[in-house]
């Protein structure tokens, strides 16, 4: 009977040592006790004894051996496994690199077939071999991880467990000989293992874990259609208006969000479709700044209805707490409205809202530009005032029909026409001057009671009147609209400084553009477009003439034709949206982040095409440098030699033989210096070209050492060599170590003042040897510690009279080329320490100790 696809589980650790290997044979022996089938396809014990005993009771598959350049390594034995078929295969370390000439270049590849061959495997990894973390965790520790996993193979694990320690536990386990051999400890513990370096580690592993949790969650979610927050973790969303009073609300939220630990903080500021009513864009970019310093996300969203804005974010991020600013309206328009605040906490459901006061509630609102003159809910009630008003004003004037004259009369209702325009705009105003017009006419014009007009100068009056009142009724329409663009226009100014500030601060432009814009308009999807060969008649529904350059959010278009709306950026790029019908008004805005996602698109891509020329304009720079080096640097030693062999040859002279000697003794040390500069040169040209040829093979640092120093001729006076007798053979060509040696050594001479010997060190870390070239110079600067590697660069020397400034530059290649790294150190107390480090030719020791399980 076949088997499904085998589940995968990981031991997820934050270092060396944590205990993942013992928890993985832990589990092992769980499942054998229940009569699950268990063998053990590789397990990296590390000479731990607690480990070790942990392997009795299970079946273990044999190895398989491999022979790489003289020396027998041993492997998972893929084959052996499947062929087995064990209902669970424990598999050791996933990020380990198979020996050259494996099927698979990777570990992880060996379990994906296991897997497939539906057998159970449990893994382990730690957090610095994750792909994504490589350069956070050597920017951290120092040391370059040379062997990773991508981090995809870790997520579609089916359980990922993280093996947590205390850092000063572990260093306590590390000190007590429970991870290393004792003679290792000391050099761990002040190198990878500082506890600095263990608590960074733990927190990121920690932290990848908490992301694989919310991924899980959300996924479960999504699948059970569960809109309801789940308080599985503090989320706290803090609700801004712009206003003065919002510094103290992001921080009061931010204590809130403090209280929990990892609570994440999260601001809102929704921005009306039609203005943003009383915002600052200083105080927006403040507050923005604010929020982000105290560690939480800004983002801005449009609504009309802005509790119903709040909730849907508030609900999209499963948010478990608000934080809103209490009321600054007045009494009077708090019981006409019940306002923002009332209207959100009576909607919140599971969600807790806090009510925060400030000293801005004590101060008068500034009454905003009336933002909704010729919406529809102002037009109804335009034409009520008008059908309603003006009859009712002629029933209140009834009885002062005799007393009060026709002028009067007139005012009054020119004064409701006014009050009709505010309200509801031109039309409804046109309507009750006319409908005033009448009333007017039929009641307080004589003849009274009747549609007819006596006096010549009331008919004037009557039409002034119509006159006056459309007029009023126009301009306050227009102004009515003028403000409603405006403060339309300022709400899409600040969405888009907010969205060009969110670019500039160096996340990706593009993926930040479609998020941005699928954010702020509340979108299903967002997908940037484009199109694929030539254009066709009815390629607008074609999927196949359409690629994804990138897109936001779930369900991307493939082509324009199923988007609810799409923006033409050129001719080969169209922006499709899916989620809803975008309003026209939202056109402008929807093109501007076109526009700008198009420029965004091209600037990417022009920063990789400068990234791949950028090895070109190197290797120009290169060949500049080296000219303008040859011309002095290869002339003045052939100078010299030339002159000696000259002197020598011209018989005119009768050189006593001290002389000949000495002009022997130049041309010798000339010839041997143009030599050595040539060698350099030839070897940096062939390191550059990828072609330096390698004779790797065990070498030990004794016979390798003293032929280096002889090297040095008279400046072997001043170095002093302190060997351990027992130190380990290292994978090296022993030519190119030599050279890495004299380079390091007479560089170090050249630095260290008169009277202080350079002294070179090794010892055995692990399952490398570090050798150390020890000066008590001036030392460098720790941020030229690259650029002393750069060719032709001597800390900003320029003149080049003693070297062309190959000399480190080739060293670090050489050693790199060797699998091993040249990195510089301050010398306690004053001076620079060049460290040599190369992996030990022992098969039994694959791995540096910083990549050991």
Sequence with gaps: MSRGRGRLRVYLGAAPGVGKTYMMLCEGHRRLARGTDVVVGLVETHDRPRTAELLDGLEAIPRKSMVHRDSVFTELDVDAVIARRPRVALIDELAHTNVPGSRNAKRWQDIEEILEAGIDVISTVNIQHLESLNDVVKEITGVAQRETVPDEVV???????????DPEALRRRMAHGNVYAPEKVDAALSNYFRAGNLTALRELALLWVADKVDEQLDRYRADHGIAGTWEARERVVVALTGGPEGDALIRRAARVAGRGQGADLLAVHVTRSDGLAGADPASTARQRTLVEDLGGTYHQVVGDDVPTALLDFARGVNATQLVLGASRRGRFAQILSRGVGVTTTARSGSIDVHMITHDEVKRTRARAPSRAALTRTRRVAGWLLAVLGLPLLTLALQPFRGAVNLPSDILLFLLMVVVVALVGGMWPAVTAAVLGFLLLNYFFTAPVDRLAVAAPENLFALSVYVLVAVMVSAVVDVAARRTR????????????????????RGEHALASLLAR??????????????????QGPDDQSDPEAWRIVATAGDAPCTCPGVADTDVVVDERL??????????????RLLEAFAAEAGVALRQDRLAREAERVRPLAEADRMRTALLAAVSHDLRTPLASAKAAVESLRNTGVDWSAEDRRE???????????????VTNLLDMSRLQAGVLGLALEPTAFEDVVPRA???????????EVD????????????????RILVNLMSNAVRHS???????????EYGDHVELRVVDRGAGIPRDAYDRVFMPFQRLGDRDNHTGVGLGLALSRGLAEAMAGTLLPEETPGGGLTMILTLPVSSPSRPHPPEERR
Aim: overall charge negative.
């Design 574 to 587: 169209v922006l499709a949206i899916r989620g809803r019908l975008l309003e026209a008004s939202d056109r």
């Design 155 to 165: 997520r579609r694990a089916d359980q990922v467990e993280l093996v947590d320690m």
């Design 485 to 504: 663009d405006a403060a339309r226009a300022r709400a899409e100014a600040e969405v888009l400084s907010t969205l060009a500030g969110h670019v500039l």
């Design 709 to 719: 120093v002889d090297d040095l001729g008279p400046l072997s006076q001043r170095i």
């Design 753 to 763: 003042p008169e009277g202080r010997n350079v002294l070179v060190t090794a010892g």
């Design 663 to 677: 002009l022997l003794a130049t041309a010798d040390e000339s010839l041997v210096k143009l030599d050595r500069l």
């Design 723 to 738: 060997l351990s007798d027992d130190l380990p053979e290292v994978v090296a060509d022993q030519v190119l170590l030599e």
């Design 517 to 534: 814009l699928r954010e702020t308009f509340a979108l299903a999807s967002v997908t940037m477009l484009e199109r694929v060969g030539e």
